[in-house]
């Protein structure tokens, strides 16, 4: 007679942490970005051997490569959107935009180029899509604009608005 198979082991260790100012908790002298609107509350960490989980009220809110280094910083551009959006200025030089999608950084080139103190608030207009249509369909759109020439935030939305199927 063969035992039912038991649900696979979740081994990791939990650690509670709080969250700073800047969205950033830190695990074993590193630090790692978690939605702004977790900003100066309490999370649970899940460490994993190969990556760590951001748990706050019973949800995984963010999910890290672990760093094995010390005094190493990782960031998910997403987590900052809520932000950029009343700070349009963190876009220049914001460390966590660093990391962003190649065709959103020619889109934020040529905004800064074209429109130069309006920029970086079109940018944010833009970012501030991915959480509705999410990131590929944001991505999709940008590069279509790219190609037309016509940049603008409406001009994305109405290509999201084209993408998207109907309803």
């Not at 280094?69 to 551009?77: A, C, G, I, L, P």
Request: charged share 20%.
């Amino acid at each position: 007679y063969w035992m039912p198979m038991p649900t696979p082991f979740d081994g990791y260790v939990e650690v509670l942490a709080r969250v700073s100012s800047t969205c950033l908790v830190t695990v074993q002298r590193n630090r790692y970005s978690v939605p702004c609107h977790l900003a100066n509350q309490k999370v649970a960490i899940h460490l994993y051997p190969a990556r760590i989980e951001v748990s706050a009220e019973n949800a995984i809110v963010a999910c890290h490569t672990r760093l094995l280094e010390r005094d190493q910083v990782s960031y998910d551009w997403q987590h900052y959107i809520p932000l950029i959006e009343k700070k349009p200025g963190a876009l220049r030089n914001g460390a966590p935009f660093a990391d962003m999608p190649a065709p959103f950084v020619k889109l934020q080139t040529a905004l800064r180029r074209r429109e130069r103190q309006q920029g970086d608030r079109t940018m944010a207009r833009v970012l501030a899509a991915v959480p509705a249509h999410g990131l590929e369909a944001v991505l999709v759109a940008v590069e279509l604009v790219l190609e037309s020439g016509v940049l603008s935030v409406e001009h994305v939305i109405n290509v999201l608005a084209r993408l998207s199927p109907s309803q």
